[in-house]
């Protein structure tokens, strides 16, 4: 337990760039454009959280925050495996789904998530603003996406441990500005 304390607070560093890819999501939603997340195993649940609490609400009753997970789809996930291969499953959905002006998080606890690397410069060639949530001192990823928020531990448990924490801060401080943008 002491491990995981000490990882969030060494993640307290990381300040800097949470509060900058707030803002990032908050400018994103009040051009009307959408959030759109994605990664493997039990970051795929993290994506599909993060984009729950925007679409339902984290804390408080606001309209709706368009965001989506690209992970819910088995259909599509399958159909795209089978015909294209597993590494694809993220950029043909980027491919159609993702706009100039959107902002795609790619969630990768190592780093070096070939799919979500490949739907990361998909969705930049659409013109998307990326966000990585990564872990293992950022990976290769670190060096494709826009904005990095690293934990810095090669511990999968650990860094999703963190990566759930920082998530919330950024559903709670978004929805705050957005709820204050909303109520003025």
């Known amino acids: ?5 000490n ?9 800097d760039n ?4 707030i803002d990032i999501i908050f400018n994103c939603i009040m051009k009307g454009k959408k959030i759109v997340l994605f990664g493997n195993g039990g970051s795929s649940a993290d994506s599909q959280h993060i984009a729950a609490e925007f679409v339902g609400r984290f804390i408080l009753n606001r309209k709706s925050i368009a965001a989506l997970s690209l ?3 088995s259909s599509i996930l399958t159909a795209i495996s ?17 706009s100039d002006g959107d902002v795609v998080i790619g969630i990768s606890t190592s780093g070096n998530s070939n799919n979500v690397i490949k739907g990361l410069k998909k969705a930049k ?3 998307a603003i990326t ?5 293992n001192f950022g990976g290769k990823i670190k060096d494709i996406v826009d904005h990095a928020i690293i934990v810095h531990s090669t511990s999968t448990p650990k860094i999703q441990e963190v990566h759930r924490v ?6 709670k401080l978004v929805e705050e500005k957005y709820f204050e943008r909303e109520n003025e």
């Open 1 to 5: 337990m002491r491990d995981s304390a």
């Open 7 to 15: 990882i969030i607070l060494e993640s307290i560093i990381l300040s």
């Open 18 to 21: 949470i509060e900058n890819v």
């Open 71 to 73: 992970t819910t789809d």
């Open 82 to 98: 089978n015909d294209f291969s597993s590494e694809d499953i993220f950029s043909r959905q980027c491919e159609s789904l993702v």
């Open 125 to 127: 060639d659409n013109g």
């Open 131 to 135: 966000i990585g949530l990564l872990g």
């Open 166 to 171: 920082i998530s919330h801060i950024i559903c």
